[in-house]
Antibody
Framework: QVTLKESGPVLVKPTETLTLTCTVS??????????VSWIRQPPGKALEWLAH???????SYSTSLKSRLTISKDTSKSQVVLTMTNMDPVDTATYYC????????????WGQGTLVTVSS | QSVLTQPPSVSGAPGQRVTISCTGS?????????VHWYQQLPGTAPKLLIY???NRPSGVPDRFSGSKSGTSASLAITGLQAEDEADYYC??????????FGGGTKLTVL
């Protein structure tokens, strides 16, 4: 059974850096057919893709957020880490990680998500 | 503003058929990238509903179907049920290696 679980702070202050960890099970981060994506959803709003990383360490970022994002992975720990710098209240959202199917480019399954609030 | 355009809301009575459109462009759907659909029930993470334009994962009822033509795609739901009330998102890809989501459509079962 494939599962993903997000972990990280529930509250960050404006200008701080957010670090989120996605721990996966049921598949390997060295599997060439799979990657891991980060996606966020502000309260009551739409999904927004942030970044993904593949088994060969190739990375891709949202054009609008590229300067603030870094994605990395530790295959031995089955973890993918996303950092986002200079957090702002508009970054308040539920952050999801999900498995990305490299060939057909769909995202499934998703983690349960973690709500991050940005406030002083 | 999402690159993939969906109607903000649709509604239908139980038993009826509804469709949700997803309009892209020549750099994403029109470039040949597949469209996938997700269902997000209130308070839960999205779930893959349709993949590869028209395929249903195991466990998804055949009341749900998808299609794609040109730069657009559609999700159809027949025999509408109360449990179908949710947000629905389309997703595709573009040549800049970005995953794209639609703005989401809220389905209300009257």
């Amino acid at each position: 059974q494939v599962t993903l679980k997000e972990s990280g702070p529930v509250l960050v202050k404006p200008t701080e850096t957010l670090t989120l960890t996605c721990t996966v099970s049921g598949f390997s981060l060295s599997n060439a057919r799979m990657g891991v994506s980060w996606i966020r959803q502000p309260p009551g709003k739409a999904l927004e893709w942030l970044a993904h990383i593949f088994s060969n360490d190739e990375k891709s970022y949202s054009t609008s957020l590229k300067s603030r994002l870094t994605i990395s992975k530790d295959t031995s720990k089955s973890q993918v880490v996303l950092t986002m710098t200079n957090m702002d209240p508009v970054d308040t959202a539920t952050y999801y990680c999900a498995r990305f199917q490299v060939g057909a480019k769909w995202v499934d399954p998703w983690g349960q998500g973690t709500l991050v609030t940005v406030s002083s | 503003q999402s690159v993939l355009t969906q109607p903000p809301s649709v509604s239908g009575a139980p038993g009826q058929r509804v469709t949700i459109s997803c309009t892209g462009s020549s750099s994403n759907i029109g470039a040949g990238y597949d469209v996938h659909w997700y269902q997000q029930l209130p308070g839960t993470a999205p779930k893959l509903l349709i993949y590869g334009n028209s395929n249903r994962p195991s466990g998804v009822p055949d009341r749900f179907s998808g299609s794609k033509s040109g730069t657009s795609a559609s999700l159809a739901i027949t025999g509408l049920q109360a449990e179908d009330e949710a947000d629905y998102y389309c997703q595709s890809y573009d040549s800049s290696l970005s995953v794209l989501f639609g703005g989401g459509t809220k389905l209300t079962v009257l």
